[in-house]
């Protein structure tokens, strides 16, 4: 069905373009993958000899049959088919180029945000009500099924092995498995644990300004954009090295990466980071400088 629609909104599109002789110079898609292809752009793109460019096209092999057989056929023809691919994870990479062969207009373009702006609502942010000493910890994820859940009972579990270290955590995130993480940390005392619900751009940059480290288990993870957010605040990161992960936080540099999964690696580098303050606020120095050089805005453009 969401095959035919698209066919007759690039028909529709096509019309009002032809009759206003008038049409775009370039179409542009976002993330094509076997979840959403694009039924709108390789038609429109064909019909009036345009480019055709796509960002962010991921290809999963395992999808080539069953449920999402038809979208990851079309995705995939769409990649195929577009002029240039815009990829910012570098895991990606690996299928896009299989099915396109080398190609000198694609390009590995890192994540990035708006450093700048997002640093400027932190440096506002009201200082941590903690006691002397306490390491405030953050974590920012929507809170759904699947990974996101996995990751949240490993960050329990890892942080559960800590109980005798002086730390606190406050959670970003709602969704509907809140039930479930909220579970996950039952067996904390109340007060070391704080969930602060959905949070716009400005709600997260104040919170992650207050924080001393970011901890994310990073289960299942693309790259995760709030790596980012956090290092653009000056916060060390503790991450499961899974996905592109690598790709935005520099291990023994901005923060420290442990095996995906292990969630007594990971406790161990939460550990190193709340007992060690000269590595905390080196690796909170060199997150700063590591986004500022890499994940920026005006190094993008």
Known sequence: RLARLGARCAQRLLARWRADRARPDLWFTYHLHHKAPDWLGPAVSRALAIPYVVAEASIAPRQRDGAWAQGYAASVAGIEAADAVIS?????????RRVRGERAADVLLAPFIDIGAFAAAASG????????????????????????????????????????????LVVVG??????????????????????????????????LGAADAFVWPAVDEAFGIAFIE????????????????AAVVADGRSGLLVPPGDAGAFAAAVRRLVTDAPLRAALAAGAADYVRAHHDLPVAA
Request: aromatic letters at 4%; one cysteine or more.
């Open 88 to 96: 910012g994870n570098p895991r990606d990479v690996v299928e896009v």
């Open 125 to 168: 942010a009201a200082p941590a009500q903690r006691r002397a000493g306490r390491v405030q910890l953050a974590a920012v994820a929507m809170m759904r099924d699947g990974a996101k859940l996995a990751s949240y009972r490993l960050l329990a579990d890892a942080l559960s092995t800590l109980d005798a270290l002086d730390w606190d």
């Open 174 to 207: 709602d969704g509907p498995a809140r039930g479930a993480v909220e579970a996950a940390f039952a067996g904390f005392a109340r007060a070391r644990i704080r969930f602060a619900g959905a949070q716009d751009a400005a709600g997260v940059a104040a919170i």
């Open 230 to 245: 956090a290092q653009a605040c000056g916060l060390p990161v503790v991450a499961g090295a899974a996905g592109g992960v």
